[in-house]
């Protein structure tokens, strides 16, 4: 584990917020390359990944400090602006982050749902790159194991676990590699790819929990599990709905 990636003279660079950073930077990328193919704006692109990253990380820190680490951080108010060495919930940067980008789509008139499918598949790619900065920083790791691919985090002690990061950037490597796949097949429906990636990161994220030392939560694994879950279970029904609105339409070959 190198929670500190690199010094430049007393300025330290954590292996968290620069692989935060990478990921939010590679996506960006992603998406301006395949604006170009998809007849969308680059500057619609950037409003949007800045819009995101400001109430995504606000969103982050804030569902990470009340739902773990409630008490210790309302005892000390201004470590909650201390993120650089971890402690951002995705979840909550999804929700607040997605929240930002449709009301800015609806201000300017963009036709949400089709635009939620072009990102999908760039936010799993930045979410593979995140995770790695969990590894490093050696943060979300996962139960004591004996299996030969288990890793020994030694901020947190001696004993081997799962590296549940690792469990996550496959996952999440898969679900991109998933969706580009089905946008370049051809979409059915406007909201079916994003549908997609709320009910694979769910369903992934449900399974993965079930290894992780969630010792923060009263429920401990099977909460966290249960929360995953739900949100696979809003993307079906999303997909439910979408699909039924356009009944008897061919999908795109």
Known sequence: MRPVLFEIGNLS??????????????????????????????????DCVLIAVISGVIGARLFYVFLYEADYYLANPVQILFIQQGGLAFYGGLLSGLLAVVIYLLIRRIPVLPFLDFVAPATALGYVIARFGCF???????????????????????????????YSMLAGLLIFVFLVWKSQKGIRFPGQVFSLFLILYGLFRSVI??????????GG??????????????????YYFLSRRVKGIPPKV
């Open 13 to 46: 660079i954590y292996s968290y917020g620069f692989f935060v950073a990478l990921g939010i930077a590679v996506a960006t990328l992603w998406m301006i390359y395949q604006s170009k193919k998809w007849g969308k704006s680059p500057d619609i692109v950037l």
């Open 136 to 166: 490093m920083n050696g943060c979300c790791y996962g139960k004591t194991t004996t299996t030969a691919w288990g890793v020994v985090f030694p901020a947190v002690d001696g004993l081997t676990r799962h590296p549940t990061q690792i």
């Open 221 to 238: 694994p099977a909460e966290a599990s249960l929360v995953a879950l739900l949100l696979a279970v809003m993307g079906g029904v999303l």
């Open 209 to 218: 929990e079930l290894f992780r030392e969630n010792t923060e939560l009263t």
